[in-house]
């Protein structure tokens, strides 16, 4: 049984004498990774010796034969770092005492930097170190300090071959540093647009990416460091040289607007400037929502009807884009202009309850332009027929329609002044201004 037992490990010493002379002899001759004469053969035996621990988590034993590789031969295999970093995270993690854990971590970082030295792919390296690094001191702000140095230098020289783990741990990295005093909001600003304009570029390629871009937003918008008077402060100085620049006011624009600062001023200049430079129905739409929000409806009005003029618009949307104009010319005091937009948009959507009613209220609105009060208050009926055709259409509005025909039955005028007029109860009647409608002749009771 002791003879059978022992004829694989046997077998594997007699290849490893027919294979070391010849693995020798080639780094004398070429100064190979392995070294030189006996250093080669030593550094194959060890790493064999120390791999086929390894494979079997058997890292005790496996680190004396890792250490001689890892001093003798630093060439010899990029995987023996990836390796020596498993297990001395292993170590760190079972370690007894903060002593050893100190210990064990400034060789972890050692190994990454020897990697680095020896192999290509440092932005890569680096960025793998910095996040080994705050995992097992990130209450320490020097550290963190230190890793943000590396996070940083690693994403420069990645760009988009980033690791998603590298950009979500320097943007936790930065706005920890900033919370510290380390590092002003400018800078964290910075970093937050500089790892968006890279994580942009990969969002919709993969699942991960999605997540990642959330992550970062999430924790950049709990910061709290995108506030309006923080956004003021890094844009204002750079707003005149790239004014004509569209990536650069697309970030205004878009920064803005996911930190509710779209009343500020500079967001304002943006939006219009991003109109002027690149025109269109929807953009416009967008300024003529953000000057409503702003109380400025004169604006709100030209942007509007420059969006309703859009060729390239569907049906429904222009439909609500005139509702909204009408809406607008309303608060302005120009009820015929909302008359004129109200049917536009009802012409689009035959079943807008919601523009019927507008349409109803611009009537009563207009009516001083009607003439005397027998005339004025013949605006009611022509908005009765629109409050009547807004129920039958809509039900959402049906309370509403119903509560106004009812409450504007007593300014119908008077019987005695109907039959003044030669006219009855029933008879058709055109109102006149721009109304310009017919109507039922209804008198109050």
């Excluded at 950049?220 to 750079?238: D, I, Q, V």
Aim: with cysteine; proline share 2%; glycine share 6%.
């Amino acid at each position: 049984m002791k003879t059978k037992a022992l004829r694989p490990l046997l077998t594997k010493a007699l290849i490893l004498l027919f294979v070391l002379p010849g693995i020798s002899q080639k780094g004398m001759e070429d100064g190979s990774k392995y070294g030189q004469g006996q250093d080669s053969i030593n550094c194959i035996k060890n790493l064999s010796l120390y791999r086929e621990f390894y494979k079997h988590n058997n890292y005790k034993d496996a680190i004396k034969p890792w250490r001689k590789v890892f001093s003798e031969c630093p060439a010899s295999s990029e995987r023996m770092y990836v390796e020596g970093v498993n297990m001395y995270r292993n170590f760190i993690e079972s370690a007894p005492n903060d002593v050893q854990v100190k210990g064990l971590i400034d060789t972890l970082m050692l190994i990454y930097d020897r990697r680095a030295e020896y192999f290509d792919g440092k932005g890569n390296i680096l960025g793998r170190k910095a996040i080994d690094l705050l995992r097992y001191r990130r209450d320490d702000i020097n550290a963190v300090e230190e890793a943000y140095g590396y996070l940083k230098e690693s994403i420069e020289m990645e760009q988009k071959e980033s690791r998603d783990a590298v950009m979500i741990t320097f943007i936790s990295a930065s706005i920890t540093l900033n919370m510290a005093g380390k590092i002003d909001d400018n800078r964290s600003i910075e970093d937050y647009f500089m790892v968006t304009e890279i994580v942009d570029q990969l969002v919709g390629g993969s699942s991960r990416w999605d997540k990642a871009k959330t992550v970062i937003d999430e924790n950049m918008l709990k910061s709290g460091l995108l506030t309006c008077e923080a956004l003021n402060k890094y844009f204002e100085p750079k707003y005149e040289v790239n004014k004509e620049n569209k990536e650069f006011l697309q970030k205004v624009i878009d920064f803005y607007s996911a930190s509710s600062c779209d009343r500020a001023d500079l967001y304002v200049a943006a939006s219009e400037k991003m109109y002027a430079l690149d025109p269109g129905p929807e953009s416009a739409h967008n300024l003529a929502i953000l000057f409503i929000a702003k109380n400025d409806f004169r604006k709100a009005v030209r942007y509007l009807k420059e969006a309703c003029m859009g060729s390239s618009i569907d049906n429904e949307t222009k439909s609500e884009w005139f509702y909204e104009l009408a809406v607008v010319s309303s608060a302005n005091g120009d009820y015929c202009d909302a008359i004129h937009y109200a049917r536009e948009a009802i012409n689009l959507k035959s079943n807008y309850g919601k523009a019927y009613m507008l349409l109803g209220d611009a009537y009563i609105a207009s009516r001083d332009n009607l003439g005397e009060e027998f005339e004025k208050r013949t605006a009611f009926w022509a908005a009765a027929d629109k409050y009547t055709k807004a129920a039958s259409v809509d039900p959402d509005v049906a309370d509403e329609a119903y509560k106004k025909l009812n409450d504007y039955k007593a300014q119908y005028p008077h019987h005695e002044d109907i039959f003044f007029r030669d006219m009855k109860d029933g008879d058709s009647y055109l109102v006149g201004g721009c109304i310009n409608e017919y109507t039922t002749v209804r008198s109050r009771e």
